[in-house]
């Protein structure tokens, strides 16, 4: 059963970077699938950020492409997140999840994890 | 940047009903549409891929239809874990952006 596990800091200060890291569990990120990160805000809907392939090729959200960094590790079965000079308009659940090619549907999501942006 | 609108956005219904969610794109996106469901305090979960593909798991009862710029999700009889929100998801363009989602309420 695929596993995916969201950690990093629940609150960044305005202006700094955003990190995140995405835990990969019964299923090697080397075999294939694209890897994403979505994100909500409190009561609102969803957003893509971005999704990488195993060998490294990166899909981003052009609204976000110029602040959004996602690379992957595959000795360690994670990927990662980084967004640079956030506000507060970046407060919100991230999610990375697994993403099937061709629909570029996400097919199993983490739990979710909680970032504030304030000072 | 295409734009995905769903209607309603919110809508009440009783277990058994037929219930269908409507999601238009701002231009044509082909089958590249996907619906997913969202219950309170957890994450999205796939529904159908490419329009009209169930994902393995969802019980039959789910359906989706359309093609180019309208697209329907169909729930043939409303069973009681099937009140949450809903989502279309459009994988045409690399913004991959979602409609704002539909609430579904117990009448």
């Known amino acids: 059963q695929v596993q995916l596990q969201e950690s990093g800091p629940g609150l960044v200060k305005p202006s700094e970077t955003l990190s995140l890291t995405c835990d990969v569990s019964g299923y090697s990120i080397s075999s294939g699938y694209y890897w994403g990160w979505i994100r909500q805000p409190p009561g609102k809907g969803l957003e893509w950020i971005g999704s990488?392939?195993?060998?490294?090729?990166?899909y981003y959200n052009p609204s976000l492409k110029s602040r959004v960094t996602i690379s992957v590790d595959t000795s360690k079965n994670q990927f990662s997140l980084k967004l640079i000079s956030v506000t507060a308009a970046d407060t919100a659940v991230y999610y990375c999840a697994r993403v099937v090619p061709a629909p570029m549907a996400a097919g199993y999501w983490g739990q979710g994890t909680l970032v504030t942006v304030s000072s | 940047d295409i734009q995905m609108t769903q209607s309603p956005s919110s809508l009440s219904a009783s277990v058994g009903d037929r219930v269908t969610i409507t999601c238009r794109a701002s231009q044509s996106i082909s089958s590249n549409l996907n619906w997913y469901q969202q219950k309170p305090g957890k994450a999205p979960n796939l529904l159908i891929y490419?329009?009209?593909s169930l994902q393995s798991g969802v019980p039959s009862r789910f359906s989706g239809s359309g093609s180019g710029t309208d697209f329907t999700l169909t729930i043939s009889s409303l069973q009681p874990e099937d009140f949450a929100t809903y989502y279309c998801?459009?994988?045409?363009?690399?913004?991959?952006?979602f409609g704002q989602g539909t609430k579904l309420e117990i009448k």
């Open positions: 998801q459009q994988s045409y363009s690399t913004s991959y952006s």
């Open positions: 490419a329009a009209s």
């Open positions: 990488i392939y195993h060998s490294g090729s990166t």
